[in-house]
């Protein structure tokens, strides 16, 4: 399906990955997804905000547009603030994700990373915007496109309010950032590995059926990927005995391109440190 990309404000490239799927990726970096239906249309995710990326989805559909994140960090959050109306898990919806949505630290990272290069104008970036509402995203919500429905499953992973996006019709699985490759659990805001395995558990078994869709780079997954991360995670926690008390962030395996870089006073769940106690 895919085909020579489209590029918009030479910041987002946009192809087609099934009838009526959009990849729209903002610098090769951050990935979203425009899902058309036959009476609107549902945005996956919205990058940086590098870029008006509200323009980009109305060039490729006149119909209505509803926003749904698969969780809040910056790269996949900073452009909700063109819109009015955002889909949002309520557990990413506090005060310390809204002062990582800020401009100044969205601009940080995009100047910290190689988008440097490409000669971005800081003014392009949008602000943050009181006007925008973050809608609470139910577990098992629907999103009746005409034709075509799209539903949301939480999985707390990645981020304590990760969601996932499935589209049975086109056979894609919209995943976010919960089964990457490179699996960042260190980051701010995300469970320990031991309650990732539950949720990532739920994705991989709908990956039987549906072709997984991640939030980076081409955003193409394959399951045996995902199996490995679940594999590895269930043995980390089998070797680890209690947590560290310290901040520590470490890599599981320590080589290889499927790894877990985790915090390691987050490997055990609440549950098993309290049986410890």
């Known amino acids: ?59 490729l559909t006149n119909l209505p ?15 909700a603030f063109y819109f009015d109306k955002v889909y949002l898990a309520k557990a990413d919806n506090n005060l310390f994700f809204k002062l990582l949505l800020t401009k100044p ?8 990373s190689p988008v440097s290069k490409t000669g971005l104008d800081k003014k392009s970036i949008c602000k943050a915007s009181a006007k925008t509402k973050f809608v609470p995203l139910e577990d098992g919500h629907i999103f009746d496109l005409g034709g075509k429905e799209i539903t949301a499953m939480l999985t707390p992973g990645h981020t304590k309010g990760s969601a996932v ?46 072709a997984p869709y991640g939030g980076h780079n081409d955003g193409v997954q394959k399951r045996e990927d995902i199996a490995k991360l679940i594999e590895y995670a269930k043995e980390l926690v089998a070797k680890t005995t209690k947590n560290k008390r310290l901040f520590k962030i470490c890599s599981y395996p320590q080589e290889g391109d499927i790894k877990i870089i985790y915090r390691a006073d987050k490997v055990l769940s609440k549950a098993k440190r309290k049986q410890q106690q």
């Not at 547009?65 to 452009?79: C, E, F, M, N, V």
């Not at 919209?174 to 031991?194: C, K, Y």
């Open 1 to 59: 399906m895919d085909k020579q990309p489209l590029v918009y404000e030479k910041i987002f490239e946009v192809s087609c990955i099934a009838k009526g799927v959009y990849r729209i990726s903002e610098f090769g970096m951050a990935t979203c997804y425009l899902i058309i239906g036959n009476s609107s249309a549902l945005l996956i995710d919205t990058g940086y905000g590098a870029g008006n990326i509200r323009a980009v989805a109305e060039k």
């Open 65 to 79: 547009i509803t926003i749904a994140l698969t969780h809040a960090h910056p790269d996949h959050a900073g452009g």
């Open 105 to 112: 630290v969205r601009t940080r990272l995009l100047l910290s």
């Open 165 to 210: 996006f499935i589209d049975k019709t086109a056979g894609v699985i919209f995943t976010g950032d919960n089964v990457n490759t490179g699996l960042w659990m260190f980051v701010p805001g995300g469970v320990s590995i031991e309650d990732w395995i539950t949720a990532a558990g739920k994705i991989y078994e709908y990956t039987y059926s549906l």
